[in-house]
């Protein structure tokens, strides 16, 4: 089992359209988590943390379940801007140890 | 610009020729990592360095590849004798080292290297 796990996509959707990606992790001791997006060909940014509580950003919402080891990502009212690939990232139990997930790729639709 | 610095941006080495990747971190960042990306894959971390001290270089290569982290200048990343499966999108990333963002890595524009 990969220690991150993406669905790969592609996911189309229309512009203003809702849509969500799920990743699960397989370590239980990890401690942060992060959406992170990625342009064809360019560097991964920093969407957002992932908290416990769950986060809100604008447009963007991100869920930790814990206990069954996933986390969320909602964009709501999706814009072409929003094209790319959507990374997952979990820190191992060396807490500055990232581990990516392969990407999900979301294409918005005029 | 305050952001994470890398250069050359595009390197072309002949096989059995050394790459040198440069790195230079955000401002008030301390901590560095470096990344691989290959084609059509996930980031895999490499090593992470603070100035002066590798701290974890558990996912570096064993052989050919070495990191280092200066007291002064940019960390930098070499790869001697380059093989074509060496042909890869390489990140360098920075974190700071305290507070509530402690952890969050800020990436740089990468290196693509190619091996010809």
């Known amino acids: 089992r990969k220690e991150v796990e993406q669905d790969p996509g592609p996911f189309n959707v229309p512009e203003g359209a809702t849509v969500a990606f799920n990743c699960t992790y397989s370590?239980?001791?990890?401690?942060?988590f992060f959406w992170y997006r990625q342009d064809c060909r360019k560097e991964p940014k920093l969407l957002m943390s992932v908290y416990s509580s769950g986060n809100e950003d604008g447009r963007f919402t991100a869920q930790l379940n814990r206990a069954s080891q996933y986390i969320s990502l909602l964009i709501r009212d999706s814009k072409l801007s929003d094209s790319a690939t959507y990374l997952c990232?979990?820190?191992?139990?060396?807490?500055?140890?990232?581990?990516f997930g392969t990407g999900t790729r979301l294409k918005v639709l005029a | 610009n305050a952001g994470v610095m890398q250069n050359p941006r595009h390197l072309v080495r002949r096989r059995g020729q050394e790459a040198r990747l440069r790195c230079s971190p955000m401002?008030?960042?301390?901590?560095v990592y470096w990344y691989r990306q290959l084609p059509e894959e996930g980031l895999k971390f490499m090593v992470y360095l603070q100035k002066e001290n590798i701290i974890d270089e558990s996912g570096m290569p064993k052989e050919r590849f070495s990191a280092e982290f200066p007291k002064e200048g940019p960390s930098i990343l070499r790869i001697q004798q380059v093989v074509r499966g060496d042909s890869a999108a390489y990140f360098c990333?920075?974190?700071?080292?305290?507070?509530?963002?402690?952890?969050?890595?800020?990436f740089g524009p990468g290196t693509r290297l190619t091996v010809t």
């Open positions: 401002k008030g960042h301390s901590h």
């Open positions: 370590n239980s001791a990890s401690q942060s």
């Open positions: 990333a920075s974190s700071t080292i305290a507070g509530t963002s402690r952890y969050e890595q800020y």
């Open positions: 990232v979990v820190n191992d139990i060396r807490a500055y140890k990232y581990i």
